[in-house]
């Protein structure tokens, strides 16, 4: 059956970088868009960055663009979200989706697998 396990998540000071995790199994990994999302306590889940199949095309959210970059092994089925200069309101749970021909949009509702989250805590 598909599986996206997400790792990765910390406690991190203000200003600190991690690196996101996300394995995945059970499909064809190379023909489905990747997503990173996340959500923060009593806020909606939101997108934060798309990549494409092949890894040739991303998309990010205003908030992290410039700070956050996704990219992809697929020899590995591995999708990886590379957070620098973190700041506190980055503190959510973030989760690894996958999609098929989404157009790397970052509406929740375009991508049917979704992993169960890692915590990213961004506080000093």
């Known amino acids: 059956q598909v599986q996206l396990v997400e790792s990765g998540g910390d406690s991190v000071q203000p200003g600190g970088s991690l690196r996101l995790s996300c394995a995945a199994s059970?499909?064809?990994?190379?023909?489905?868009?990747m997503a990173w999302f996340r959500q923060a306590p009593e806020k909606e889940r939101e997108g934060v960055a798309a990549?494409?199949?092949?890894?040739?095309?991303?998309n990010y959210a205003d908030s992290v663009k410039g700070r956050f970059t996704i990219s992809r092994d697929n020899a590995k089925n591995t999708v990886y979200l590379h957070m620098n200069s973190l700041k506190p309101e980055d503190n959510a749970m973030y989760y690894c989706?996958?999609?098929?021909?989404?157009?790397?949009?970052?509406?929740?509702?375009?991508?049917?697998?979704w992993g169960q989250g890692t915590q990213v805590t961004v506080s000093s």
């Open positions: 059970g499909f064809s990994f190379g023909n489905y868009d």
């Open positions: 989706a996958a999609g098929f021909r989404t157009r790397i949009t970052l509406y929740r509702g375009a991508y049917a697998y």
């Open positions: 990549i494409s199949g092949a890894g040739l095309g991303t």
